[in-house]
């Protein structure tokens, strides 16, 4: 360790110096101070110790023997308050056995009386290097934890990435299998002239067309971070705007989409995009559920709107396939998806994502081939 280590350490380090001989005190004052110590003084152990609680002192050096609190019960009462104060004990040659029972009781170090100042100034050496020590061995751990911390955030992130990559790889197959067939039944209509292929065709054309852009959509909101930009929102005009993005997909396959309002409060504080493309993922999803089930009724939409005190109730509710216990508890999780090449499993875990950011919760209630129920709070005032 350099002397100018030692010397910016004791520039900021104040000492109480403790002694109920006022010569004492004036004399080995002015050494620590020549040394570049704070001095703080004290008679006795009972103002040694209101001053070490309102001075927090690094450094002490007491006497033993002295009234009202002697230099062992101070030395206690230091260590409980502060473990890592160095406390530097002043005894007389006869009193090796206090000077002993100090250090069991983690004293730095002992000098006798009379105080030779070249022994005084080596054992401030020593606990001046203990100081910088535990403050570098500090600085080391807390380096090494942010390194452990970055190190792991790296690794999650490049294991997110590799997911997410293999997802949407996954995705897209299944995109460009159903452009491959919008497309051969679009030019197989149109070499025939059969208007039915060509039909169906541009309808799974859009269709794909419509999942590209929710996949691009999903992908955005999760690789660019942001905070809920609140407005204050009209309810009613808001639900029927939600409507409004998934009316047309139901529509070509003639599912019944059903608006049940029955609220009574007017606005709402909310980030509107963020929220309504939390509930056209889940609406969307509902759809999707219908389209996989293949037994043989009318499916039905629900999107019902409803209110108390505090919440506003955005419930969507199928009569689709359903959900197993594995998958409902997987719902909600990254990249997980039930539709196999068809998902990339960011939709349901955005919407989890953006209602947890407006302070309110999704709750999911589904039987397998008899439908789901998605529950979506958000309290009024986040």
């Given amino acids: 360790m350099s002397n100018e280590q030692m010397n910016t350490s004791r520039d900021k380090n104040k000492i109480l110096l403790v002694d109920d001989e006022e010569d004492i005190r004036d004399v080995l004052g002015i050494t620590l101070s020549d040394m570049g110590y704070q001095v703080l003084t004290a008679a006795n152990g009972k103002t040694a110790w209101e001053t070490f609680v309102a001075e927090r002192p690094p450094i002490v050096l007491t006497d033993i023997k002295m009234p009202l609190m002697d230099g062992i019960d101070l030395l206690k009462r230091i260590k409980r308050q502060n473990p890592e104060a160095e406390v530097i004990m002043i005894t007389g040659h006869g009193d090796m056995d206090l000077a002993i029972k100090s250090l069991k009781h983690r004293a730095t170090d002992f000098i006798t009386k009379p105080i030779n100042i070249d022994a005084l100034e080596i054992s401030l050496k020593r606990v001046e290097e203990k100081i910088i020590t535990r403050k570098q061995l500090q600085e080391y751990t807390e380096n090494l934890e942010r390194l452990i911390r970055e190190k792991t955030e790296l690794q999650d992130n490049l294991s997110n990435l590799g997911l997410m990559v293999g997802s949407i790889s996954h995705g897209i197959k299944g995109l460009l299998t159903g452009l491959d067939g919008g497309l051969y039944l679009l030019g197989s209509g149109l070499k025939t002239k059969d208007l039915m292929k060509i039909e169906e065709g541009g309808d799974i054309l859009k269709m794909m067309v419509e999942r590209i852009r929710r996949m691009v959509s999903d992908i955005l909101f999760y690789a660019k971070e942001r905070n809920p930009r609140y407005e204050k929102v009209d309810i009613l005009t808001f639900a029927n705007d939600v409507i409004r993005v998934v009316e047309p997909k139901s529509k070509t396959r003639n599912f019944t989409l059903v ?12 980030d509107t995009g963020f929220v309504q493309s939390a509930l056209v993922n889940i609406l969307e999803n509902a759809i999707d559920a219908c389209i996989k089930d293949d037994q043989n009724k009318q499916h039905k939409i629900v999107f019902s709107v409803r ?76």
Avoid: W
Wanted: overall charge negative; cysteine-free.
């Fill in 307 to 382: 209110n108390d005190d505090k919440h506003l109730f955005f419930v969507i509710s199928d009569n689709g396939i359903g959900m197993d216990t594995e998958t409902r508890d997987k719902l909600f999780s990254l990249f997980y998806s039930s539709k196999g090449r068809e998902g990339t499993g960011l939709g349901l875990f955005l919407s989890n994502k953006i209602i947890a950011q407006h302070g309110g919760s999704i709750h999911v209630d589904s039987i397998e081939k008899h439908g789901s129920r998605f529950t979506i709070k958000i309290p009024f005032q986040q």
């Fill in 259 to 270: 608006k049940d309002f029955g609220f009574s409060a007017e606005k709402i504080d909310i």
